[in-house]
């Protein structure tokens, strides 16, 4: 199975929509997407990026199918150390427990290597979400701290509770 990723488009927005379930929502976009809303999103990561923002994203097609989402950012700190570059992704459920995701948290991460965007990719697991700790371990990361979150609260009002996997750029 190969695994692409191709910078989202403002096109990519009912895939996107159409690849969503409750554990996305739940574990990564945090909220029911609509193909208006994702539009509108897409347009201001591509205007964000030229004003030089940190952040961005990807879709992932695996054989000419969209499935998912990936995205990278300096911008997220919570949890993390200064030069940090966080990795969030999501894929559909008819493509999980195949390494897609892993895969394309290998890819990106070998981007950030290539742009010298950073000085460690980290991804940031919610306690709660064992299948991406374990998309961590197996893109390599090492689990550098349990931290509690200083900007998101579970169900119950508490604060997230995060795995942060890491991965040197450098070497």
């Not at 994702?38 to 054989?63: C, D, N, P």
């Not at 989402?69 to 200064?82: A, Q, R």
């Not at 390494?99 to 965007?117: C, F, K, N, S």
Request: charged residues 25%; proline residues 4%; aromatic residues 8%.
């Amino acid at each position: 199975m190969v695994v692409l990723l191709k910078p989202l488009r403002i096109q990519d927005a009912e895939a996107v929509v159409a690849a969503e379930d409750h554990l996305t929502v739940r574990w990564f976009s945090g909220g029911v997407s609509t193909v208006a809303g994702t539009r509108a999103y897409v347009e201001r990561l591509m205007s964000a990026a030229e004003q030089r923002s940190t952040k961005r994203a990807f879709g992932i097609w695996v054989e000419g199918a969209f499935v998912g989402t990936i995205d990278y950012s300096l911008e997220v700190t919570d949890g993390l150390d200064p030069g940090d570059v966080n990795i969030a992704y999501g894929v559909a459920p008819w493509v999980r427990s195949q390494g897609v995701a892993t895969d394309a948290v290998i890819q990106v991460r070998d981007l950030l290597r290539a742009r010298r965007v950073g000085s460690r990719a980290a991804i940031r697991a919610d306690l709660r979400n064992p299948a991406s700790v374990r998309v961590a371990e197996k893109a390599g990361f090492t689990l550098l701290r349990v931290a509690p979150s200083t900007s998101e609260v579970d169900e119950a009002g508490q604060p997230v509770v995060f795995h942060i996997f890491v991965r040197d750029l450098r070497a």
